[in-house]
């Protein structure tokens, strides 16, 4: 019987150093050596600051930015270290009430919109705090942001075109546009 239980303490031991230890330091090491960006947060930096990150969605309010979809991430939703969506079902009520109230609000906050509202600004993503909007959703957004901007529809809308990325690997995913990153180049835009 002692000899087993020398045998379980060595291989605890040994097996604590290996995956407890060498494992999670080479892992680390080899992402920072390959991935740099990706291993340190996927970091946005502006005129040396950073201002964001390109995987973390952000709350927008001004009328001149683009808005990214609803979080339910932690109690006033965008909360990165809470997230989650809401976990109503398709008959909860308040779930009901929060898209229906959210609709109306899309609708009084781009009231030249000319086409429907685009189901990712209604509906919050899994995690909470998805940074990408559908192209449609950025399009729906478009005369809003250049009213409260003073631009030209036309130079919003080529912003949004330019803004649009792939799929990822040509076949992955849908076509999305990254709220912050977007913002940035409206910034710049604006800035001239």
């Given at each position: 019987?002692?000899?087993h239980?020398?045998?379980?303490v060595r291989?605890?031991?040994v097996s604590?150093?290996?995956?407890?230890?060498?494992?999670?330091?080479?892992?680390?090491g080899?992402?920072q050596?390959?991935?740099?960006?990706q291993?340190?947060?996927s970091?946005v930096?502006d005129g040396g600051?950073?201002?964001g990150s390109?995987i973390i969605?952000?709350?927008?309010t001004k009328?001149?930015d683009?808005?990214?979809?609803p979080?339910?991430a932690?109690?006033?939703g965008?909360?990165?270290?809470?997230?989650?969506?809401t976990?109503?079902?398709?008959?909860?009520?308040?779930?009901?009430?929060?898209?229906?109230?959210?609709l109306?609000a899309?609708?009084r906050?781009n009231?030249?919109a000319t086409?429907?509202v685009?189901?990712?600004?209604i509906?919050?993503?899994?995690?909470?705090?998805?940074?990408?909007i559908s192209?449609d959703?950025?399009?729906?957004?478009?005369?809003?942001v250049?009213?409260?901007?003073g631009?030209?529809?036309?130079?919003?809308?080529a912003?949004?075109r330019?803004?649009?990325q792939g799929?990822?690997?040509?076949v992955?995913?849908?076509p999305?546009?990254?709220?912050l990153?977007?913002?940035?180049?409206l910034?710049?835009?604006?800035?001239r």
């Amino acid at each position: 019987m002692l000899k087993h239980f020398g045998t379980s303490v060595r291989i605890t031991i040994v097996s604590v150093i290996l995956f407890g230890l060498i494992y999670p330091f080479a892992m680390t090491g080899a992402a920072q050596v390959l991935f740099p960006s990706q291993a340190n947060g996927s970091l946005v930096s502006d005129g040396g600051r950073v201002v964001g990150s390109r995987i973390i969605g952000e709350l927008w309010t001004k009328p001149g930015d683009f808005q990214g979809r609803p979080s339910a991430a932690g109690k006033n939703g965008y909360d990165p270290t809470s997230t989650g969506g809401t976990n109503y079902g398709p008959t909860s009520k308040k779930l009901m009430d929060a898209t229906k109230a959210t609709l109306i609000a899309l609708r009084r906050a781009n009231p030249d919109a000319t086409v429907p509202v685009p189901i990712d600004l209604i509906t919050s993503s899994a995690s909470g705090i998805d940074p990408d909007i559908s192209p449609d959703a950025a399009y729906f957004q478009v005369p809003r942001v250049a009213k409260a901007r003073g631009l030209s529809i036309a130079d919003v809308d080529a912003l949004v075109r330019r803004s649009i990325q792939g799929r990822t690997f040509g076949v992955l995913g849908e076509p999305r546009v990254n709220v912050l990153e977007l913002n940035l180049a409206l910034d710049a835009m604006t800035s001239r």
